[in-house]
């Protein structure tokens, strides 16, 4: 595609749920990363991907929180166990190759945990 | 630890002025700086970026400035319009692959 992609824009879920978010990056790209972004702040970094594989995963918070990527283009973040403070903008972007390029972001998911 | 800071966290310009914004980054080892701007709703958007064996780098309307010494990066937006608006941010890229971004800078633009 022309963008890096998102899905859903927006969710909402209960405390205690499990989620899904998704990231389809630009064609070609194969390197990916995802974000979180709360109210006021900058992104912070969660997980890196070059391919299929996680080559820096050390911005996750916990184990409750999971990627993938099987294919090396699309990835889900996968969420277990919400909760509230997991409140935040997710955001993926892409690069074409790793470390030395500027990173083209999606416009990311809002995941409120209510 | 390493970070990325900016000295203000907001800055209103009257339209046609000039703007700078600045940033201060820890890591002297950081080899790749980049300037997103992001709008209500979106995706942080590239602007601009340098590498840390250049001192300066132009763009339309934009020029970023590396001072090494005091590890100081600045942004600055020639003949700022309305559509400017927004938060900015600089980021820096570690050896390891990520980009550790600062809290952001909101820029006005008076009309």
């Known amino acids: 595609g022309a963008g890096v992609s998102q899905t859903p824009s927006n969710k909402v879920t209960e405390k205690g749920k499990y989620v899904e978010l998704r990231c389809d990056p630009i064609?070609?790209?194969?390197?990916l990363y995802w974000y979180r972004q709360s109210l006021g702040q900058g992104p912070e970094f969660l997980i890196y991907?070059?391919?299929?594989?996680?080559?820096?995963d050390s911005g996750l918070p916990n184990d409750r929180f999971f990627a993938v990527r099987p294919e090396g283009s699309v990835s889900t973040l996968k969420i277990q166990r919400t909760e509230r403070g997991d409140s935040a903008v997710y955001l993926c972007?892409?690069?074409?190759?790793?470390?030395?390029?500027?990173?083209?972001f999606g416009s990311g998911t809002r995941l409120t945990v209510v | 630890g390493e970070s990325v800071g900016l000295h203000l966290p907001t800055l209103s310009v009257q339209e046609g002025d000039n703007s700078i914004i600045n940033c201060a980054y820890s890591?002297?080892?950081?080899?790749?700086f980049i300037w997103y701007k992001q709008e209500s709703g979106k995706g942080p958007q590239f602007i601009i970026d340098?590498?840390?064996?250049?001192d300066k780098r132009q763009g339309q309307r934009v020029t970023v400035l590396l001072n090494k010494t005091v590890k100081h990066l600045s942004l600055q937006i020639a003949a700022t319009q309305p559509g400017d608006s927004a938060v900015y941010f600089c980021?820096?890229?570690?050896?390891?692959?990520?980009?550790?971004f600062g809290q952001g800078t909101e820029l006005s633009v008076k009309p």
């Open positions: 340098i590498r840390s064996n250049m």
């Open positions: 980021a820096e890229k570690n050896q390891g692959g990520k980009l550790i």
């Open positions: 890591n002297s080892a950081s080899d790749y």
């Open positions: 064609s070609g790209h194969t390197a």
């Open positions: 991907f070059q391919g299929t594989g996680a080559a820096d």
């Open positions: 972007a892409s690069s074409l190759v790793d470390r030395s390029y500027g990173y083209t």
